[in-house]
């Protein structure tokens, strides 16, 4: 049994981790795609359990309580949302959340009160171009600092699962039928990612989202990341969760 801490930087909420940088850390403990459910809030710098079960399944734990869950799994997605640098440069000046109204704004991926460097800083909105007849997709520019680097000089696996988290809930959280933004509280749920190939740091990426999907309070997005030269970088999955807002806050 090993063990990891989720360090205060890499927040969510004020007082719990960001979810896709969780599932990230769980997951590299699973080859090939994964799928990783989240349980409970993610407790700051405090130690937490990484246990192996005899069926191949992967739990986070903070003491008896079960923070999250994964598994191998097979993520394929039937489109994939493209978009030039300079296309998403200008999707970021449409961002629906503005750095004043923002819900969480020191969030480690898409908070706007996240110093250069400090916070990635991924703030999605739809592309100018839209293809007829599916779903709009938004799209964020993503230069990783150098302090996401993993000890082979790209940058770690967990930091791809964050650059796909915030941007699917932008996604999820826009209504197809209006083309407004849903300001509803939500939270993710469960996420699952491929990583193709990592960047280095310093690399030009884009990352797209787009919705896929909503069944109650249930949302789902989906969205991929391409490094400077347009390589397919990771693909991911997200399922998120409507919640009262004292819960998105970690009060309740």
Same mark, same amino acid.
């Given at each position: ?41 993610p ?8 246990v ?38 200008? +999707?970021?000046?449409? =961002?629906?959340?503005? $750095?004043? %109204?923002?819900?969480?704004? !020191?969030?480690?991926?898409? /908070?706007?009160?996240?110093a ?21 997709v ?9 302090t ?36 509803t ?7 699952? +990612?491929?990583?193709? =190939?990592?960047?280095? $740091?310093? %690399?030009?990426?884009?990352? !797209?989202?787009?919705?896929? /999907? ?10 991929a ?28």
């Open positions: 049994m090993t063990s990891i801490i989720i360090d205060k930087r890499y927040c969510g909420p004020p007082n719990s981790g960001n979810g896709g940088y969780v599932c990230g850390r769980l997951a590299r403990h699973i080859a090939g795609g994964a799928e990783v459910t989240l349980r409970a809030p407790p700051l710098d405090k130690q937490l359990d990484v192996a079960k005899d069926d191949g399944l992967w739990e986070l734990r903070d003491g008896a309580t079960v923070v999250a869950t994964g598994r191998p799994a097979s993520v394929e997605l039937t489109r994939l949302g493209t978009a030039s640098f300079d296309e998403a440069c200008a +999707a970021e000046l449409l =961002t629906p959340v503005k $750095p004043h %109204e923002h819900p969480l704004p !020191t969030c480690f991926v898409c /908070g706007p009160a996240r250069q460097g400090d916070g990635l800083r991924i703030f999605a909105g739809p592309l100018v171009r839209q293809s007829r007849n599916a779903s709009v938004l799209a964020a520019t993503w230069t990783p600092d150098p996401l680097a993993a000890e082979d000089g790209f940058v770690a696996p967990e930091f791809l699962w964050s650059a796909l988290d915030c941007p699917t809930g932008y996604a999820s959280s826009r209504d197809r039928e209006s083309g407004s933004f849903d300001r509280p939500i939270l993710l749920g469960r996420m699952s +990612a491929r990583i193709e =190939t990592r960047p280095r $740091p310093g %690399e030009r990426c884009v990352i !797209t989202a787009w919705e896929a /999907g909503r069944d109650g309070r249930k949302r789902v997005a989906e969205a990341a391409y490094g400077e030269a347009g390589t397919l970088l990771a693909v991911a999955r997200a399922t998120w969760i409507a919640v009262d807002r004292q819960v998105q806050l970690g009060r309740a």
